[in-house]
């Protein structure tokens, strides 16, 4: 850990890099409530804290709150670092999405009332109180995994109001930046009918490809041109004839007697971790609400086992075949993931912070923290004599590329470490005990 923590050190001043690490080796030890106080508690577990007199925890707080570090620029530096060290090849996977962090107070910056997804079904939808975050991650499948790991890289905060930039505007900001890190490198973006949006998709760079979601009502047109008749005067046609929207061509191709009747294609592909089979219609046109002129390739799946619905998908790669496109989007899916484990494991949700500085920096710095704890397991924490200690105790439902694995890994590591630091005097071995004690009481 410590030499992928060196290489992002050159955006914080020598200080505030000492507190980095120290937060971060705070924020993975703590095993109780990840507020602020207890996570900065559990750095100093050798100083039993009193809540009754002042703690010596300002140099903690002010690193989120006064600090001169950009979380930009340590999101270019892990960046880069993943796919150094992942040797990324081909084009990047990006994927973007937003989630909401439950927050409440009056003086909380950018609290808003948002759509919480979590706990919304398709019949109902609920709001909730918090911080809107539109996230966005680079996909990487590791060859000696089955799993395809999503880490996110750069995240930005949404405000409520129409004075303030929506999620497509959001997304588009953080791809020009992740664009810019990676001037030579192709990119896919791929996000759901959320971001299907003439803000972003009309100036996509590029060398961008996207795949994403299309509304069934999708008012589309045909990519070529009618000629003008000569007997009309006037200028040329700019748009081609309206056809039918994907939900109106999916009823025409299950009727019978139709001339869309049984276009249908069967394509076998892996999809949400198993292999499946999909019925897919595919063809090309215009979509001007969303993309303007620029043609796109439309592609309708129907899966053939039970519970899903039609399922309309499109890319800007007109050459694309549709297995790849399905493929492709259900790995979408991978960055709900990151969330579950942000919320659960990281406990974003659970500081108590309310100043901008600090709204602006912890989140997207415990996201970045998460990939880099990825990021070291992948490289040399697999290999370690405590992962093959814990294999032997994997449960039926456990995973040893799980998040919650990791950092359970890395307390071990740090544990045993901290014990084989220290000599083995009477005096020093009365101070572990202390220490460990004062540990256990913070965990519990």
Same mark, same amino acid.
């Given at each position: ?12 001043? &020598? ?40 703690? !010596? ?58 759509? &919480? ?47 303030? !930039?929506? !999620? ?68 040329? !046609? $700019? ?49 001007? $609400? ?18 899903? &619905? ?30 579950? &484990? ?83 005097? $009477? ?18």
């Amino acid at each position: 850990m410590e030499w992928l923590l060196q290489d992002l050190s050159v955006i914080f001043t &020598d200080p505030s890099f000492q507190t980095q690490c120290q937060v971060l080796l705070g924020w993975l030890m703590c095993l109780g409530r990840h507020t602020e106080f207890r996570v900065f508690e559990t750095i100093v577990a050798d100083q039993p804290i009193c809540r009754t007199r002042r703690h !010596p925890f300002d140099r903690f707080y002010n690193f989120f709150q006064r600090s001169a570090w950009d979380i930009v620029e340590l999101s270019r530096e892990l960046a880069i670092q993943v796919v150094v060290q992942l040797q990324v090849a081909g084009p990047l996977k990006l994927v973007v999405d937003d989630t909401l962090l439950h927050k409440s107070g009056k003086h909380v910056f950018g609290l808003g009332w948002f759509h &919480d997804a979590v706990a919304s079904t398709k019949k109902r939808a609920v709001t909730a109180p918090g911080n809107n975050w539109v996230v966005l991650g680079l996909a990487v499948s590791v060859p000696f995994t089955d799993g395809l790991f999503c880490l996110p890289i750069h995240a930005k905060l949404r405000q409520a109001g129409k004075d303030h !930039p929506g !999620p497509a505007e959001l997304a588009l900001e953080m791809l020009r930046d992740v664009v810019s890190w990676f001037p030579d490198r192709q990119f896919i973006l791929i996000a759901d009918g959320g971001y299907s949006a003439g803000k972003l998709l009309k100036q996509l760079p590029p060398q961008v490809t996207y795949v994403g979601l299309m509304r069934g009502d999708a008012a589309l047109r045909s990519p070529a041109l009618m000629p003008r008749p000569k007997s009309k005067s006037g200028p040329h !046609p $700019k748009q081609g004839p309206r056809i039918p929207s994907p939900r109106a061509m999916v009823t025409q191709a299950d009727r019978k007697g139709s001339h869309l009747h049984s276009p249908w294609k069967q394509v076998t592909v892996k999809a949400y971790g198993e292999t499946r089979r999909f019925q897919v219609l595919s063809f090309q046109a215009v979509w001007p $609400k969303v993309f303007g002129p620029r043609p796109i390739l439309v592609v309708i799946s129907r899966a053939l086992d039970e519970g899903y &619905d039609d399922v309309y998908l499109y890319t800007t790669d007109l050459t694309a075949k549709p297995e790849w496109v399905i493929t492709t989007y259900c790995q979408r899916t991978s960055i709900e993931g990151v969330f579950k &484990d942000s919320k659960q494991v990281m406990q974003i949700q659970k500081p108590q912070h309310w100043s901008q500085s600090s709204i602006e920096k912890l989140a997207p710095w415990v996201w970045l923290m998460q990939t880099l704890v990825t990021l070291w397991y992948l490289g040399e924490g697999h290999t370690l004599p405590e992962v093959k200690k814990a294999r032997k105790n994997l449960g039926e439902w456990d995973n040893e590329w799980s998040l919650r694995h990791m950092c359970r890994i890395f307390r071990r590591v740090t544990i045993r470490h901290t014990i084989n630091a220290m000599s083995a005097t $009477k005096r020093d071995l009365l101070v572990l005990a202390d220490k460990l004690e004062n540990y256990l009481f913070l965990a519990g």
